[in-house]
């Protein structure tokens, strides 16, 4: 029996992982994909062997003080997303791009250098006692007083997993679709199936530069596009990994 079952293999489950294999806990990581990230996910470049961050690519050590201080624990550099220079902003198509004042839209945002699945790399790194399971999906959970049951299914048949505590590393609305045992109450169901997940609806493309273009035309390389024809948002990157954003709705 293990002491902790952590259900996701995102950020938060493996940063809770390696805190508790630091305090001697016996931890198992269950993850329904066949990698480890969750929402953390990142493509490279053939060319360049740049990090293109498909999942959340920022963050914000003012507003966010446990991401820098797992930033800094794990010790991964970082640096501040350029917002210096001239925006575009695109509502009709006929008349094309128009510049807007400089505006520091990202709100002192950093990147990690290499992408945010360093902190991924730096987490998995460091479990050397933790075990993960990929491929494993969690149906149910079951409250047997002294310990939980996990009932999950994968690619080899179906089994269970017994610990004394269980985590869900999970978005609420994953949780909602687990069977528990007792049931959970309608409030907190009914309040896990509304909490929509950030982002979830948004799609991403990414595209490598031979150099920062934009800053050559004193642009901050920010744009934003509303009009019907608009799909998607956009990341470019210099082959150094500094971006530019651009979003379209």
Same mark, same amino acid.
């Given at each position: ?19 508790l ?24 470049? $053939?060319?360049?062997? @740049? +990090?293109?961050?498909? #999942?959340? !690519? ?8 446990l /991401? ?30 128009e ?39 969690v149906?149910a959970?079951?409250?047997?007083? $002294?310990?939980?049951? @996990? +009932?999950?299914?994968? #690619?080899? !048949? ?8 269980? /985590? ?26 509304q909490t ?7 799609a ?36 150094h ?9």
């Open positions: 029996m293990y002491d902790v079952a952590i259900v996701g293999a995102g950020l938060s489950g493996l940063a809770l992982a390696e805190m294999e630091a305090q001697g806990h016996s931890v198992l990581v269950v993850e329904a994909r066949e990698r480890l990230g969750g929402r953390i996910l990142a493509e490279s470049d $053939a060319e360049s062997g @740049l +990090a293109v961050d498909l #999942g959340p !690519g920022w963050f914000w050590p003012h507003r966010q003080p /991401v820098a201080e797992l930033v800094q624990h794990l010790e991964i550099p970082s640096f501040p997303q350029r917002d210096e220079g001239a925006n575009l902003s695109m509502s009709d198509v006929e008349k094309g791009p510049r807007t004042p400089p505006l520091p839209i990202h709100d002192q945002a950093h990147r990690l250098a290499g992408g945010m699945t360093r902190l991924v790399e730096a987490l998995a790194a460091r479990l050397s006692g933790t075990e993960i399971r990929l491929s494993h999906v149906q959970v079951f409250d047997d007083g $002294a310990h939980v049951r @996990l +009932a999950w299914c994968s #690619g080899e !048949g179906n089994g269970e997993t017994i610990a004394r505590y269980c /985590v869900l590393a999970l978005p609420p609305r994953l949780v909602a679709s687990l069977t528990f045992s007792p049931t959970l109450d309608r409030a907190t169901l009914s309040a896990l199936q929509q997940t950030w982002m979830a609806t948004s991403k493309a990414g595209a490598a530069c031979t150099g920062p273009v934009w800053r050559e035309q004193g642009l901050s390389g920010s744009a934003f596009v509303t009009h019907e024809q608009a799909a998607a948002n956009l990341l470019l990157l210099d082959r990994g500094r971006g530019a954003s651009v979003g379209a709705a």
